[in-house]
């Protein structure tokens, strides 16, 4: 992978570094360290040769060492796809590593992509992180007031499920804890502006008994991983809600460093699992209109299901 680079040569943080790289790579469009966070998250910022995580933003990079950033993948694991259509709505598969709309990064998106194969204009009805998969509802403009209406009414469900570093405390319950901004842009649990958030989730798998013992590395340690299946309901979208949640109850979602998951998993025989996407997909969404309900399940993406029998678990079953 071809990457821009740049030898340190008065000791520096590195946020203020990874800017400058960012800004001579000609990808600085915001100076918010959120920004920089989704490079380092992206997996592809490395110092000596070692990938770093977003937590270490606040790191002091020494005189000599070298950072590299990679250059950005352009192609998903996926192609998008149409699940399903109905009442003027668009029920949409959405992969890993294709943002939801256009960015400041790329024109291309699961919007631009699916206007070119259906031929009309289409609107988001939420949203899914790029580094998230799963089924997404997108309304035409006829049923743009359907869509507004559907939400002001709850008519739509939504269910995810997530592979999560360790178990909660309560294995079923709830998290209500309101959701607001935290340190360099990200979301936080009674963060500034907190607003009432409230997440329901059930275990939906663990690792069999007598499976090999899992381990991360942690620094210089290595700690055990209590890897498992959760499902999540919403009552509220909070940004990164489940993520925030997840991250505040102490199971953080696999892959997801910008809210404490893990970037690499060491297998029993050594041998190191890279989580290159962050292990969370939107599987069901229905909807109640007309009397009746319109039911869209989303199988599972082949990189979560190998995930997940690498790390010694059983095939997961249909939701």
Request: hydrophobic content about 40%; overall charge positive; some cysteine.
């Amino acid at each position: 992978m071809a990457r821009h680079g740049l030898t340190v040569n008065a000791e520096v943080r590195l946020g203020d570094a990874l800017r400058e790289l960012l800004s001579a790579a000609g990808e600085l469009w915001s100076k918010d360290e959120l920004h920089l966070a989704a490079a380092l998250s992206e997996g592809r910022v490395f110092l000596d040769g070692r990938r770093l995580l977003e937590d270490e933003l606040d790191r002091w990079i020494a005189v000599g060492q070298r950072l590299e950033l990679g250059e950005r993948a352009e192609n998903t694991d996926e192609q998008p796809r149409v699940l399903d259509q109905r009442w003027g709505l668009v029920a949409a598969y959405k992969p890993s590593g294709l943002p939801t709309e256009p960015d400041q990064r790329s024109r291309d998106s699961l919007l631009s992509r699916l206007e070119a194969t259906l031929g009309q204009r289409l609107h988001a009805m939420s949203r899914l992180d790029a580094r998230v998969s799963g089924v997404m509802l997108l309304a035409t403009d006829s049923a743009k007031q359907l869509a507004h209406e559907l939400r002001a009414r709850a008519a739509i469900e939504r269910r995810y499920i997530g592979v999560v570093g360790a178990l909660p405390e309560q294995g079923n319950g709830k998290w209500s804890g309101a959701i607001g901004l935290g340190e360099r842009g990200k979301r936080r649990v009674g963060g500034r502006g907190a607003k009432p958030a409230l997440t329901h989730y059930r275990v939906l798998a663990t690792l069999p008994p007598g499976a090999p013992v899992l381990s991360v590395r942690r620094g210089r340690e290595l700690v055990p991983l209590q890897p498992a299946w959760l499902e999540f309901r919403l009552e509220t979208g909070r940004t990164h809600q489940i993520r925030v949640h997840c991250a505040h109850a102490g199971a953080p979602l696999l892959g997801d460093g910008l809210y404490g998951g893990v970037a690499a998993v060491t297998l029993p025989r050594g041998n190191v699992l890279e989580l290159s996407r962050i292990a969370l997909h939107a599987r069901y969404v229905g909807v109640t209109h007309a009397g009746s309900t319109w039911q869209v399940a989303c199988p599972l993406p082949q990189t979560l299901e190998e995930w997940w029998s690498r790390l010694g678990g059983e095939p997961l079953g249909a939701p």
